[in-house]
Nanobody
Framework: VQLVESGGGLVHPGGSLRLSCVAS????????MGWYRRTPGRNNEFVGGITSTDGDAYYAHYVKGRFTITRDTAKNTVYLQMNNLKAEDTAVYYC????????????WGQGTQVTVSS
């Protein structure tokens, strides 16, 4: 299964963006779907995820209350709604799929750039 992100771009501080991640197969082939981000000089930073079994979403503390992860199982798509964006949210955002057995995120999309700047 391949993952393709879209929806990145340039936004002012306080603005919103919605990222999409389309899977080429069923998202139920993954234990969970997640979002990570990477900035120059920093490791991948976990943003949040959503479980396949019950659709529960969970978030890193630095985005909780601002970001929301949802899914459309009919479209095999996961979304990352980002509100009240800050400059420090600037990064390349990656969609990831977690292995059914190990739970480790090991399937990755190509990434989409999000830039928050005035």
């Amino acid at each position: 299964v391949q993952l393709v992100e879209s929806g990145g771009g340039l936004v002012h501080p306080g603005g919103s963006l919605r990222l999409s991640c389309v899977a080429s197969g069923s998202i139920f082939s993954f234990h969970a779907m997640g979002w990570y981000r990477r900035t120059p000089g920093r490791n991948n930073e976990f943003v949040g995820g959503i479980t396949s079994t019950d659709g529960d979403a969970y978030y890193a503390h630095y985005v909780k209350g601002r970001f929301t992860i949802t899914r459309d199982t009919a479209k095999n798509t996961v979304y990352l709604q980002m509100n009240n964006l800050k400059a420090e949210d600037t990064a390349v955002y990656y969609c990831a799929g977690a292995d059914l057995e190990s739970g480790a995120y090991d399937t990755w999309g190509q990434g989409t750039q999000v830039t928050v700047s005035s």
